[in-house]
Structures are given as C-alpha cells and as structure tokens.
Nanobody
Framework: QVQLVESGGGLVQAGGSLRLSCTAS????????MVWFRQAPGKERECVGS???????WYPGSVQGRFTISRDNAKNTVFLQMTSLKPDDTAVYYC????????????????WGRGTQVTVSS
C-alpha cells in the first residue's frame, strides 16, 4: 500500500519561510517523478514544483526563485523549501508521485498525499 505523508505546513507571516516534507512508503521511490501541488479555496489545483528521478527540476513562474524542490532517495522523501512567502501562497499543499517523465498533469498522477495547510498572513 502506497502512502505519501506530508508535514511542515503551518501559519507564517508574509516574507517568511517554510519547509514541507513528504515521505513515501510502499513504492520504489527512485522510479517516480515527485511533485508538489497546491490548491487554494475556489481555485484549481496547480503544480508548484516537480523533480525528476534524475534530479531535473521544474517550477511555474509564480514560484520560480522562491520555491526549491529537492529529494532524498535514500530516505524516500521529497522537500519543498518555500521562501519569501506571500498571502497568495496560502493553500493546501499536496505531495504527488507520477511515473510520467513528461509534462505534469493531474491525470497522470499515480499517488497523492492528503495535503498540509499553509497559511500566509499579511
């Protein structure tokens, strides 16, 4: 049984930082592209970073330069370091895994975590 468990969310002031973690179990972690998504109330779920098994990373423009995704294959863990946080970053952040090495799509996600709330106050 595959599980993705996120941690590290919380309340932070604008300009602050948070580091999210996601630990996977029940899967061959190194074979998956790991992805962080977020979903704000009333908005669609969006990708905020992905890291290929090779270490290749991708970010959307909205978080480029502020968010950093990394992975530790020995610990089956993926991280999302978030800096210079803005109130618009407030959302539930989800960890996800896919075997598709191409463009990240909701439809090709194999596994989802339950999410962790990030709230950025102004």
């Amino acid at each position: 049984q595959v599980q993705l468990v996120e941690s590290g969310g919380g309340l932070v002031q604008a300009g602050g930082s948070l580091r999210l973690s996601c630990t996977a179990s029940g899967m061959t972690f190194g074979r998956y592209v790991m992805v962080w998504f977020r979903q704000a109330p009333g908005k669609e779920r969006e990708c905020v970073g992905s890291i290929h098994w090779s270490g290749l990373r991708w970010y959307p423009g909205s978080v480029q330069g502020r968010f950093t995704i990394s992975r530790d294959n020995a610990k089956n863990t993926v991280f999302l370091q978030m800096t210079s946080l803005k109130p618009d970053d407030t959302a539930v952040y989800y960890c996800a895994a896919t075997t598709d090495g191409g463009a990240i799509k909701l439809s090709n996600v194999a596994y989802w975590g339950r999410g962790t709330q990030v709230t950025v106050s102004s």
